[in-house]
């Protein structure tokens, strides 16, 4: 059976800023829980923000600790339609969120980063046509080439890493 993700929970520990990022910000749909929130990412997968201390008690569970606020141990990816969708989105989420790139042209796409008050990292991205669901003529994504070392930028630090 596939793996499916249905609810993907972050500790926050401003959860007004969180919802006026995720809310305004991202202009995800949402449903105020009184002591948390959750906005749909999709009809089917939701993303639920918890006040960092409750959800401790739920990682306390697994036999974990909590991450400090600002911790980044997740990038989570937004896809846009277009270049323009990701610049205008990446403006409007920085007006709420804490920090972020600007978009570029990368080897997978056009994409730029924002974080949101917690640190929690967003990449927002538009496919390059090879990638895209929609390629341009006849050309089909050949991910092995794409994603390829080849492809990577040449000050990339870990280009020459052997991952094998």
């Given at each position: 059976?596939?793996?499916?993700?249905?609810?993907?929970?972050?500790?926050?520990?401003?959860?007004?800023?969180?919802?006026?990022?995720?809310?305004?910000?991202?202009?995800?749909?949402?449903?105020?829980?009184?002591?948390?929130?959750?906005?749909?990412?999709?009809?089917?997968?939701?993303?639920?923000?918890?006040?960092?201390?409750?959800?401790?008690?739920?990682?306390?569970?697994?036999?974990?600790?909590?991450?400090?606020?600002?911790?980044?141990?997740?990038?989570?990816?937004?896809?846009?339609?277009?270049?323009?969708?990701?610049?205008?989105l990446l403006e409007?989420?920085?007006e709420y969120g804490?920090?972020?790139?600007?978009?570029?042209?990368?080897?997978?796409?056009?994409?730029?980063?924002?974080?949101?008050?917690?640190?929690?990292?967003?990449?927002?991205?538009?496919?390059?046509?090879?990638?895209?669901?929609?390629?341009?003529?006849?050309?089909?994504?050949?991910f092995d080439e794409?994603?390829?070392?080849?492809?990577?930028?040449?000050?990339?630090?870990?280009?020459?890493?052997?991952?094998?």
């Amino acid at each position: 059976m596939p793996a499916r993700l249905h609810c993907l929970t972050l500790p926050v520990d401003h959860l007004q800023a969180s919802i006026l990022f995720y809310r305004d910000g991202l202009g995800l749909e949402w449903e105020d829980k009184e002591d948390h929130a959750v906005f749909w990412l999709s009809p089917d997968v939701l993303l639920m923000v918890l006040p960092r201390q409750r959800f401790g008690g739920y990682v306390e569970l697994a036999g974990q600790e909590t991450a400090s606020g600002g911790s980044s141990g997740i990038i989570m990816t937004y896809f846009a339609s277009s270049e323009e969708e990701v610049d205008s989105l990446l403006e409007q989420a920085l007006e709420y969120g804490s920090s972020g790139q600007a978009a570029v042209q990368r080897p997978w796409g056009y994409s730029g980063y924002v974080c949101d008050p917690d640190g929690h990292i967003w990449e927002v991205l538009h496919f390059s046509p090879a990638l895209s669901e929609e390629p341009a003529g006849e050309e089909e994504a050949n991910f092995d080439e794409d994603f390829s070392a080849d492809n990577w930028d040449d000050d990339d630090p870990y280009a020459d890493d052997d991952v094998s």
